[in-house]
């Protein structure tokens, strides 16, 4: 095995000793998850046909600043495709350590990031680096499994990069996202390609441009373009009309 490949080991591992387990009883019998016995990596809870995965633990941060990231991903070129004007408000959920975050935050000098995480030990990373850089445009929210708690209609443009198939309650959450988002405002989403077997990334982290798709426009939002030039992901524009 290549040594290339070890961060991702060291990533998966630790993923599958996850942060926060499914919450079965509430939902139990509802219309929108059904559950069923977990595959080896999986939660059993599933969301139209998706198995949903369990959340990265706060101990892999290291892994989502290893040095490697920006050739892996090209992570530049990401960010290029998100078309970010200066003064935009722009919500990037599942923050993690502020790896996108502090990068999109230098590209809207009149504008400001909405860091929304679900772990406190991510928002703390957070906070040490906007204290300890002096950074003034990067607000830190902590958000619940099913809303990232924007005020409705107060963002331009939603990240989500490598998050969404953790979100433990996807439905409420894109609905919270679709309503913070202003009339026209962006979707981004950022995946490991399902459909490429090369992407050497676990099955339920992954997905397909199909299952996205529907998952979005079942709350509403127009899939208007996938940006096809990212080594492993797919970069999905998603607009709200
Ligand atoms: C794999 S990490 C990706 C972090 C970051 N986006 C990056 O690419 O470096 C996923 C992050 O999503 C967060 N997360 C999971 N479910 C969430 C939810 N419902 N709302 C907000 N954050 C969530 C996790 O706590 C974790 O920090």
């Known amino acids: 095995m290549s040594l290339r490949l070890l961060p991702l080991l060291v990533y998966l591992t630790i993923c599958t000793s996850c942060a926060a387990q499914p919450d079965q009883s509430p939902e139990a019998g509802s219309a929108t998850y059904t559950f069923k016995a977990p595959s080896p990596n999986g939660t059993g809870k599933y969301y139209l046909g998706r198995e949903i995965s369990y959340v990265m633990g706060h101990l892999a941060a290291d892994w989502l600043e290893r040095p490697e990231r920006e050739e892996e991903e090209n992570v530049s070129q990401a960010i290029e495709n998100m078309d970010i004007q ?28 909405f860091a929304v995480d679900i772990q406190p030990e991510m928002l703390d990373l957070m906070q040490q680096r906007i204290e300890g850089e002096g950074i003034k445009n990067v607000e830190l929210i902590r958000g619940s499994e099913t809303s990232p708690k924007l005020e409705a209609n107060s963002v331009d443009l939603v990240t989500m990069v490598d998050v969404y198939h953790e979100l433990s309650h996807p439905r409420e959450t894109m609905q919270n996202i679709v309503s913070a988002l202003r009339p026209g405002g962006r979707f981004v989403l950022l995946e490991y390609r ?34 096809g030039n990212l080594p492993w992901q797919h970069c999905m524009v998603f607009v709200k009309e």
């Open 86 to 113: 200066a003064d935009e408000r722009i919500a990037d959920i599942g923050a993690g350590s502020g790896y996108y975050t502090f990068r999109m935050a230098r590209k809207v000098p009149r504008g400001k990031v």
């Open 194 to 227: 399902m459909e490429d077997p090369t992407v050497p990334i676990k099955q339920l982290h992954k997905m397909s441009e199909e299952q996205a798709v529907r998952e979005m426009e079942s709350v509403g939002l127009r899939l208007r373009e996938n940006i």
